[in-house]
């Protein structure tokens, strides 16, 4: 499987569904967020990326890739950084909707805590 299909199956469907699934409720005002994560995103996982492909701990089979490359790094690497954070931003910024949208259950009276009431009454005191 080429690194473009993995993509596309695992990572651009996802995202896709999400974007169907909860246009009504996306904004640009409640997706601004994403954005700086992603300029976080690049800015923090390029370096490392790069130097581990430099160094040998991982490497891309130059036929599973487009074979444009940004620093050691295929631009599919890259467009997985920034479409991995996106999927995970859609789906948690989905969660935390349908959480914050619960509004909590109002408890009917008989299941409520019965408090009792306690009188004062004065002490006896023993010499």
């Given at each position: 499987m080429t690194y473009a299909r993995f993509l596309?199956?695992?990572?651009?469907?996802?995202?896709?569904?999400?974007?169907?699934?909860?246009?009504?409720?996306?904004?640009?005002?409640?997706?601004?967020?994403?954005?700086?994560?992603?300029?976080?995103?690049?800015?923090?996982?390029?370096?490392?990326?790069?130097?581990a492909v430099k160094w040998g701990l991982w490497g891309f089979d130059p036929e599973r890739i487009w074979g444009v490359k940004l620093g050691y790094l295929?631009?599919?690497?890259?467009?997985?950084?920034?479409?991995?954070?996106?999927?995970?931003g859609l789906?948690?910024?989905?969660?935390?909707?349908?959480?914050?949208?619960k509004k909590p259950r109002a408890v009917p009276q008989e299941s409520r805590p019965v408090r009792a009431e306690r009188t004062l009454e004065p002490r006896e005191v023993s010499p």
């Open positions: 596309g199956i695992f990572v651009v469907l996802p995202i896709l569904f999400l974007l169907v699934r909860y246009r009504r409720t996306l904004s640009w005002r409640g997706l601004a967020p994403m954005g700086l994560l992603l300029v976080v995103v690049y800015a923090a996982t390029s370096p490392w990326d790069n130097m295929p631009l599919e690497e890259y467009l997985f950084f920034g479409l991995q954070t996106l999927l995970v789906w948690a910024r989905a969660r935390l909707e349908r959480v914050l949208a």
